[in-house]
């Protein structure tokens, strides 16, 4: 891949709810995502991160049915004209997408003694987001679409999947086939918040301007 195709590929990547198809991935494709979200870089090579493949419809079910709820719970603390612009806006595609992949990280995986980490312990929460986002972009590649669900309560999701209690569930996300990639982020274009202007987020040498 040259730079413009990457780069194509990070303007591209979009935050998929109500595009996906249900069409089932080849299982060659499922496993060049995987294999890209495992060669994420990690704090002291500890690869904190598994992967949690969720395809049993009962399964999608309880979470949907869980998120439906916490996403009320959010709407009920919204200004009314807050809460009808987020009315319209889908928040995932649980049952929707060909299956289910939850990232989880374990902050004991490296043992007691993980190079880099002895100052920022959250280092392997960001490797795993890492890992997320080396799936994400490869997923972007292949025509595959990602949609990160962020409405649930972790104690849920570890009790739903027998989560280990010392393992984070940082993500579901809902991968499958789309009929198409919006342009615009779907944040952007039901009017919840814009981009930010690159130029407001650099600063030189020090935070304040």
Same mark, same amino acid.
């Given at each position: 891949m040259n730079a413009a195709a990457l780069y194509d590929v990070i303007e591209r990547r979009r935050d998929v709810r109500a595009e996906?198809?249900?069409? @089932?991935i080849g299982s060659d494709v499922l496993d060049r995502l995987l294999g890209a979200a495992h060669a994420a870089p990690s704090v002291g090579n500890s690869q904190p991160w598994d992967f949690v493949l969720v395809r049993d419809p009962e399964t999608r079910? !309880? %979470?949907?049915? =869980?998120?439906?709820?916490?996403?009320?719970?959010?709407?009920?603390t919204l200004p009314s004209e807050r809460r009808e612009? %987020?009315? !319209? #806006?889908?928040?995932?595609?649980? !049952?929707?997408?060909? $299956?289910?992949?939850?990232?989880?990280?374990? *902050?004991?995986r490296?043992? *007691?003694?993980? &190079?880099?980490? =002895?100052?920022i312990d959250d280092a392997g929460l960001y490797s795993t987001c890492l890992? #997320?986002?080396? &799936?994400? &972009?490869? /997923?972007?590649?292949e025509d595959i679409g990602v949609g990160w669900v962020s409405f649930y309560r972790e104690q849920f999701l570890r009790d739903l999947l027998a989560i280990p209690p010392r393992v984070r569930p940082v993500a579901w996300l809902c991968v499958g086939p789309v009929t198409h990639l919006e342009d615009v @982020?779907? &944040?952007?274009?039901?009017?919840?918040? @814009?981009? !930010? *202007? $690159? /130029?407001?987020?650099? =600063? =030189?040498?020090? %935070?304040r301007r």
């Amino acid at each position: 891949m040259n730079a413009a195709a990457l780069y194509d590929v990070i303007e591209r990547r979009r935050d998929v709810r109500a595009e996906f198809t249900g069409e @089932p991935i080849g299982s060659d494709v499922l496993d060049r995502l995987l294999g890209a979200a495992h060669a994420a870089p990690s704090v002291g090579n500890s690869q904190p991160w598994d992967f949690v493949l969720v395809r049993d419809p009962e399964t999608r079910a !309880r %979470f949907q049915e =869980h998120v439906a709820t916490e996403r009320a719970t959010y709407a009920a603390t919204l200004p009314s004209e807050r809460r009808e612009t %987020f009315g !319209r #806006i889908k928040v995932e595609g649980i !049952r929707d997408a060909t $299956l289910g992949i939850v990232i989880t990280y374990d *902050p004991d995986r490296g043992g *007691p003694q993980v &190079l880099g980490r =002895h100052a920022i312990d959250d280092a392997g929460l960001y490797s795993t987001c890492l890992a #997320i986002q080396n &799936l994400w &972009l490869a /997923a972007t590649a292949e025509d595959i679409g990602v949609g990160w669900v962020s409405f649930y309560r972790e104690q849920f999701l570890r009790d739903l999947l027998a989560i280990p209690p010392r393992v984070r569930p940082v993500a579901w996300l809902c991968v499958g086939p789309v009929t198409h990639l919006e342009d615009v @982020p779907d &944040l952007e274009r039901h009017g919840w918040r @814009p981009r !930010r *202007p $690159l /130029a407001d987020a650099v =600063h =030189h040498e020090t %935070f304040r301007r």
